[in-house]
């Protein structure tokens, strides 16, 4: 049986300095130690600042260990739909800013000497089930205006995989992400810098200075606040109209060494199939030996978060839409699923936080290219906290409005309207007697919706199913075994404890 884990889950770990004071004080304050966090935090104590990181969970242990880890400037939206929303000069930033944080990746990887496997590769995007070769030549004309490195070739020059006509995106790259993360970590805390996992922030006041507070009564004291968290659990609606969570499901297959040709691919399909290859040994498998393995790791099924009860169908067609292209694929080493929000304009919020003070900054929004997107904002918070110009400014701005996802933005928030509804709807069993082992449903107790999860030896553990957010249903997430709000992307694990805002608190206990 596949282990239902990410590849990269293995290599999380606590670092944590000594015990953070009760009143402590920073230059910056950052808030998740996840990719974006842990830039900011790198770059901030490389200029020189005093960072303090927190987080509630390991060194890259929330979202960031689920990514498949694409290194890419060709975005997920395509250059045809960024030209359209944020016209050439927007997408031509677009392009570059992605470029660049690809370079910074590299760039840390040589400075630090890390050894994470980073390695440049090409990017093939190919057509999907009934696309047209015109369909290709549209992203093809986007992606040169751009200035995407880009050609259309008959087939990609790969082994193991029979393409067609595709576009090749050149010199993108790959990594290990959480062996990135933790080598940057340990970078940083040599500059002097402090990270305290299993510590978690319940607000944040703006003001000089900002002010973080957690869960343990501690208050810490900033010139500055950078909220890292995937979603702001910060702010209550003002970003949250603006994007939209969706989950989506990979599957890391083992693979002979060079079967497959190391790149990253993509198809057209909606939505679409993301691909890519991690070279590692039998013995980081559980083996006894050293002898080289590749993981194919292939990603799609997306859907939005809490609005769907089918995961092993999706896990199902993902192998068989996998099979059928990768002959060279062999047996299921891991299964995951992870969250991405994804915003109405296809880029994400990263700068000053809209509404509030000057010094409270956000970086979300990554639009399934969250390895990308969290170092462009490693770059660019770095140089707005240091009062330096950036290019990438406006067309990241969190309070930014583009007219033409006018569409997207009411048809996202519809349908987190519509959700409300599952207020009135019977609950998903009629009896806590119908719920197996390891699974959860929401019942109806007293005219009150319950998150009911039953644990291995047949215990019953009771929550509300009201997000504390704004009030949705939250819905059991069979792949990940975590409840997840529909409605703006809050998720618990199975005994209610969040662990992704924007929810400020768990889920309530019921007696």
């Not at 997408?91 to 760039?107: F, G, M, P, T, V």
């Not at 990017?123 to 047209?132: E, I, Q, R, S, V």
């Not at 140089?383 to 330096?388: K, P, V």
Request: glycine residues 10%; negative net charge.
């Amino acid at each position: 049986m596949p282990r239902s884990t990410s590849l990269w889950q293995q290599t999380t770990a606590l670092l944590t300095t000594s015990p953070l004071q009760k009143h402590s004080r920073a230059d910056v304050c950052v808030i998740g130690a996840g990719i974006a966090g842990l830039t900011t935090a790198y770059q901030l104590a490389r200029e020189g600042r005093s960072v303090v990181v927190i987080d509630a969970v390991a060194v890259g242990g929330g979202q960031t260990s689920l990514t498949t880890a694409h290194l890419s400037n060709e975005i997920d939206d395509s250059y045809e739909e960024i030209l359209r929303l944020h016209g050439p000069d927007g997408a031509r930033l677009a392009c570059d800013s992605h470029r660049a944080a690809i370079d910074r990746i590299e760039a840390i990887c040589g400075l630090e000497n890390l050894a994470c496997a980073f390695e440049r590769v090409d990017g093939y995007l190919f057509l999907g089930k009934g696309a047209k070769e015109k369909d290709l030549d549209r992203e093809l004309e986007a992606a040169r205006a751009a200035g995407a490195q880009v050609d259309k070739l008959q087939a990609a020059p790969v082994q193991g995989f029979s393409s067609g006509v595709c576009l090749r995106f050149r010199n993108q790259a790959q990594f290990h992400p959480m062996k990135y993360l933790q080598g940057m970590a340990k970078a940083f805390q040599r500059l002097g810098g402090q990270i305290y996992t299993g510590t978690k922030a319940i607000s944040v006041e703006s003001g000089q200075p900002a002010v973080v507070r957690t869960a343990d009564h501690i208050a810490i004291e900033a010139g500055a606040a950078v909220i890292a968290t995937n979603s702001p659990f910060n702010d209550l609606v003002t970003i949250h109209t603006k994007q939209a969570p969706y989950h989506t499901y990979a599957i890391g297959f083992r693979a002979a060494p060079d079967a497959i040709g190391h790149a990253l691919y993509w198809d057209t399909e909606d939505p679409y199939h993301y691909i890519r290859l991690q070279r590692t040994t039998n013995r980081e498998l559980g083996g006894d030996n050293d002898e080289a393995v590749d993981i194919l790791i292939v990603g799609g099924e997306d859907h939005k978060a809490g609005q769907a009860k089918d995961a092993d169908r999706r896990f199902e067609r993902l192998a068989a839409w996998t099979r059928e292209r990768f002959p060279a694929a062999r047996d299921e080493e891991f299964r995951w699923s992870g969250q991405v929000m994804e915003t109405v304009d296809g880029l994400g919020f990263i700068g000053r936080n809209p509404l509030d003070a000057g010094n409270v900054y956000i970086a979300t929004g990554d639009s399934g290219m969250g390895m990308t997107h969290g170092t462009i904002a490693g770059i660019l918070i770095t140089d707005l906290i240091m009062g330096r110009s950036n290019p990438w400014t406006d067309l990241y701005d969190p309070g930014r409005v583009r007219s033409g996802a006018a569409v997207e933005w009411v048809k996202e928030n519809l349908n987190v309207a519509l959700q409300y509804a599952s207020w009135l709807t019977p609950g998903e069993v009629s009896s806590i007697d119908q719920i197996a082992p390891n699974t959860g449903a929401v019942v109806v107790e007293h005219g009150r919706k319950v998150a009911v999860f039953k644990d291995e030896r047949g215990e019953v553990h009771k929550r509300s199913a009201v997000c504390p957010h704004l009030g949705c249903i939250v819905a059991w997430n069979p792949a990940a075994s975590s409840w997840d709000c529909p409605c703006h992307g809050s998720r618990f694990d199975k005994f209610g404890a969040v662990f992704n805002g924007p929810s400020p608190g768990d889920l309530e206990r019921v007696s």
